[in-house]
């Protein structure tokens, strides 16, 4: 299967589909189709069924029954990607552990996304975000999206919010590489948020480094230095609504740095709140590894 890299998600050839059938997984359904048409990628439909028994026959026949239940809704699936030429494969499997099986089955079979909604069918108005896909997240896979689920992608402009952390600085890294192979691709806003003045004169730095490396590669869009202060996660979706972004990219949480500005009930503020596509970007497992470097915005 060929590669393509011209769209917001890069060089992908698999992609996997996390849904409940509910509503709120329809825009991550849409979306999965779209980008698996544009990639040229497989999408992995995967369904895990809670089976929290002992006992054999009891989880099988949960698992059958998960099955049937979503019967329609896979078939629903099945015809946009027969009609968008996108190969598929459905994928049903028991668990005690959701979010931990939704993330090994991810790596299990090489998917290079996860793409999930902000919510599910269990208490849906409880969370911003659903309790699974915080736990995935939560869980440091390279890239998960979370879609709305009204949510449509033209690719002609994205968000990163920055701070200090290796996985922050990689989803600059990234949206950088974007900037370089998505031909639809016109302004990139690099942003970051100071809680006090004092630190405004810092994450000035942070984000006039990646335009600067932006403008060094001849990159052929805009690239927009951003700083706010107060609030992060406020700060970030009102940035994102005015400007009328396809997608903001945030680095996944991590254990040291300035990771906490965008991390616990401000990442969930964030992608709950956020009228886009949100990608969670994580650089390694471990947050101890030193941060992927970015030029002196001097140069």
Sequence with gaps: MDQSSDTLLGPTKTLLLATDGSLFSEGAVQEAIFFGQACRAKVIVLHAVPTRTESIGAANLALRQGWLDLAPHFDRIKGMADDSGVEIEIVVVGTSNLEKTLVEQARLRQADVIF?????KANPWARLVGKTTTRVIAQGFPRTLVVPKDCTLSGRHILVAMNDSPNSRQAALEALGLGGSC???????VMTVARRQEELAGARQLVEAVCAQALQANLPLVCEPLVAEGDPAEA???????????????????RSGLTKMLTGHVTEHVIGQAPCAVL???AQDSADVPSPPLPDPAL
């Design 116 to 120: 999930m909604g902000r919510r599910g």
């Design 183 to 189: 031909p639809t691709l016109r302004q990139i806003t």
């Design 280 to 282: 969670v970007i994580t």
């Design 236 to 254: 970030v979706v009102k940035a994102a609504r005015e400007r009328e972004v396809d997608m903001i990219l945030i680095g996944g949480p991590g």
